[in-house]
């Protein structure tokens, strides 16, 4: 079992940043593709940033590519999002996954989710 918890959402002006955190419990996330997901009000939840076991590979939705960069501490257990040019559109509930196939962008094929941390971009 692992369990997850973000942390670092709040409410921030366009143009700004902000810096998610995921801690994992239990099991050691090393073993695990870690990936952050959002949902916004009205919509299915999407894909925003996934890497690897190792740390060696990232991936990014388009809307995010450039702006937001996926990190992640081994030592501490944790995976980061820094998110840079915050826009208005990427308001939303940010989640944190882990995933012990090779899912990457596809949620049905993560294992274990955070309750998630509101992120909201006023303009």
């Known amino acids: 079992q692992v369990q997850l918890e973000e942390s670092g959402g709040g409410l921030v002006q366009a143009g700004g940043s902000l810096r998610l955190s995921c801690a994992a419990n239990?099991?050691?996330?090393?073993?695990?593709?870690m990936g952050w997901f959002r949902q916004a009000p009205g919509k299915e939840r999407e894909f925003v940033a996934a890497i690897s076991r190792t740390g060696s590979g990232t991936y990014y939705a388009d809307s995010v590519q450039g702006r937001f960069t996926i990190s992640r501490d081994i030592a501490k257990n944790t995976v980061y999002l820094q998110m840079n040019s915050l826009k208005p559109e990427d308001t939303a509930v940010y989640y944190c996954?882990?995933?012990?196939?090779?899912?990457?962008?596809?949620?049905?094929?993560?294992?274990?989710w955070g309750r998630g941390t509101q992120v909201t971009v006023s303009s």
């Open positions: 996954a882990a995933d012990a196939g090779f899912g990457y962008m596809n949620a049905r094929e993560y294992d274990y």
């Open positions: 239990g099991r050691t996330s090393r073993g695990f593709i």
